[in-house]
Nanobody, 125 residues
Framework: QVQLVESGGGLVQAGGSLRLSCAASGRPFSVYVMGWFRQAPGKEREFVAA????????YYADSVKARFTISRDFVKNTVSLQMNSLKPEDTAVYYC??????????????????WGQGTQVTVSS
């Protein structure tokens, strides 16, 4: 079973940058898709970005395209989310998620079976 631990959240001013990391562990390590989601107070959890572990294809929500970049490190078994040009509306708890079965529904929370504990990102105006 895979376990996920996020890090890198914090407080940043609008226009600034943050880098989130998600460390995955477990034996055997079998992940098809890794995703980042976020949830703001009073709102539903929403898709941010996803990467297919093997092929490296990436996908983004329209709201973060050209500002966020998702990447993976095979050696360290980590997934990162580089967030640039942050806006106050990016404020949320960010969650890392893993799908241990192949799925095409990379933006659907129900496609993921393992979640991290979340890390807070706050962007001040």
């Amino acid at each position: 079973q895979v376990q996920l631990v996020e890090s890198g959240g914090g407080l940043v001013q609008a226009g600034g940058s943050l880098r989130l990391s998600c460390a995955a562990s477990g034996r055997p390590f079998s992940v098809y898709v890794m995703g980042w989601f976020r949830q703001a107070p009073g709102k539903e959890r929403e898709f941010v970005a996803a990467i297919y572990w093997s092929g490296g294809s990436t996908y983004y929500a329209d709201s973060v395209k050209a500002r966020f970049t998702i990447s993976r490190d095979f050696v360290k078994n980590t997934v990162s989310l580089q967030m640039n040009s942050l806006k106050p509306e990016d404020t949320a708890v960010y969650y890392c998620a893993a799908a241990q079965r192949w799925t095409s529904r990379k933006s659907d929370t129900n496609a993921y079976d393992t979640w991290g504990q979340g890390t807070q990102v706050t962007v001040s105006s």
